[in-house]
């Protein structure tokens, strides 16, 4: 059954809970470092450190190396301006208005847990501004149609109608996806699409919802280095990530901390 939806047990709930609330501790706890003047690639060494020494915790992203990569060579994602996702943290000095995404994947008790916030370093834009705002919402638009008996593509749905609604576009090429003890599982979770359609939501499903939103075209390009996507006419781009449960009644955010940011 390989492209099965794994539903989770009680027992596996809880660890995850576990897993998504230390992966959102991670973020809470880098939120005051990420200013102008710090280095991507010292944002990964505090939060690996942060992982391995104060959690007991492995970030996933080291290492990892899905079909058709070479390994992931840092331990969280720092995806930057017009960059989409999977940014690689390097030398990169961050700079009064930029926006950057910090994407964070911890494994606990061989349970994964997956959310990623933006930050505007400094004084942003007003474009850099709107865009994260816009994105933010875009997920939660998307997080609010999780109940049994709604589809995948009723999210999808949701998230690209208020996006394009605000100007912007929504990036196809990578998608929100199942996740428990392997990083990516079935189901894949479009941020686009129709009402109606795709595989019902079930009660103990546990899946990522994670928007990419451009202020230009939706089209992305790979860099060299393997990993790094960016947008193709280097518009700004945009990223929220959740892991949420599939409840009785709708929905339970699983990557909630001290720091995270209320629902819009
Ligand atoms: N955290 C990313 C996601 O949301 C995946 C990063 S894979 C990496 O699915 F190798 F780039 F870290
Ligand atoms: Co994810
Ligand atoms: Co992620």
């Given at each position: 059954m390989p492209n099965a939806v794994h539903l989770k047990t009680p027992d596996e709930i809880q660890a995850m809970r576990v897993a998504c609330r230390l992966a959102?501790?991670?973020?809470d706890f880098i939120t005051p470092h990420v200013r102008v003047g710090?280095?991507?690639?010292e944002l990964d060494r505090l939060c690996h450190a942060f992982m391995v020494e104060e959690q007991g915790t492995i970030p996933a992203p080291l290492h990892y190396c899905p079909?058709?990569?070479?390994?992931y060579p840092k331990s969280i994602c720092t995806s930057v301006n017009h960059q989409v996702c999977h940014g690689i943290p390097g030398s990169r000095i961050l700079k009064n208005g930029d926006s950057v995404n910090l994407d964070i994947t911890v494994i606990k008790e061989g349970f994964h847990g997956d959310t990623s916030r933006m930050f505007c370093v400094g004084t942003p834009g007003k474009q850099a501004r709107r865009l994260c705002d816009i994105t933010f919402e875009a997920l939660w638009k998307g997080i609010r149609e999780v109940a049994p008996g709604k589809r995948l593509g009723d999210i999808g749905h949701a998230i690209q109608q208020f996006?394009?609604?605000?100007?912007?576009?929504?990036v196809r090429e990578f998608c929100g996806h199942g996740i428990g003890r392997q990083f990516h599982?079935?189901?894949q979770v479009l941020h686009y699409g129709q009402k109606n359609t795709g595989i019902p939501l079930v009660p103990g499903m546990i899946f990522t919802i994670e928007p990419m939103i451009n202020t230009g075209r939706r089209d992305i390009r790979q860099l060299a280095d393997g990993w790094t996507i960016v947008t193709a006419d280097h518009s700004l781009s945009a990223q929220w990530e959740h892991t949420l449960l599939v409840t009785e009644t709708g929905?339970?955010?699983?990557t909630v901390s001290a720091g995270t940011p209320p629902p819009p």
């Open positions: 959102s501790e991670v973020l710090v280095t991507t690639e079909p058709g990569h070479t390994p996006a394009e609604g605000a100007g912007f576009s929504v599982e079935e189901p929905y339970e955010v699983l």
